[in-house]
């Protein structure tokens, strides 16, 4: 199946300012993109890709004072099956694990492992390791949370949604993973594309998603605790520890987000003529002080 994607964002900026974007398709999509219209600024400046500490395409440029504009449109190839299950997989005991999921055993600025970990236990604590257990944790955390637009604080932790119980995908995502390494599962934040396909449509507009990557049986699994349930059309954007490595908008200096529009839904058609994606090129917003 093929899948139309994109974005248009608007910033209105005070003064030139530096910016990082952690909005490209994957480098393990890559080679998926049927068509692309690439990344296109109004106005015009010059950017550089280049590839982060986590395997993220990350593009970087100055956005001039006023109204920047930064619009994006592709064509992907999915296999259009649901996300793989694996019931029977294994936990992995940490001496064993590779070395690159050590890290994502770790504390991180969202999920604090060293709050959560007496609960995690004594929640999950009993539950079989493996599949299991991180399918009990998505369990509890869908079911604890009230999810809702409104929800959204970009400041709130793991520990905080739990107490509060509520939030928006970003807070689902961080107490599994918070409680997922407090029980010894590596566990890692993804951003990407996830379309209302295959399932009804929701009325809210479309938005970037966070979901959780869970490594048990030997491989990385994906595990969706606002959604709780397989899905189709997934594309990953960008993986990290939590939301801190992958904001989707870095501003060095005050930016007004004005607008922000996301589309991802299956193509009927196939796509038209147009620039295929070039390898070569070099909803989370931060904003840090002006340099």
Known sequence: MLIRLGYELALDLPQDTPVVTALEIHSDRRQDIRWEAGFLPTPMVNTQTYVDAYGNRCRRFVAPAGRFTMR?????????????????????????????????LLGSRYCETDHLSTLAWNLFGQTRPGWERVQAIVDYVHDRLSFGYGY???????????EE??????????LAIAFCRAMNIPARYVNGYLGDINVPADPAPMDFSAWVEAYVGGRWYTFDP????????R????RGRDATDVPLVHTFGAHVLSKFEVWTYEETSQPAAGRKADEDEGNDFRISAAA
């Open 235 to 238: 594309v990953v954007v960008a």
């Open 152 to 162: 959204a604080r970009s400041t709130r932790t793991a520990a905080q949604a739990h």
């Open 226 to 233: 606002r959604h709780n349930k397989p899905r189709t059309g």
């Open 165 to 174: 119980r509520v939030g928006v995908c970003r807070d689902f995502a961080h």
């Open 72 to 104: 994006y449109d592709a064509v992907v190839e999915d296999s259009g099956l649901l996300d793989p299950v694996a019931p029977d997989a294994q936990e992995t005991p940490v001496a064993e694990l590779p070395t690159e999921c050590i890290g994502y």
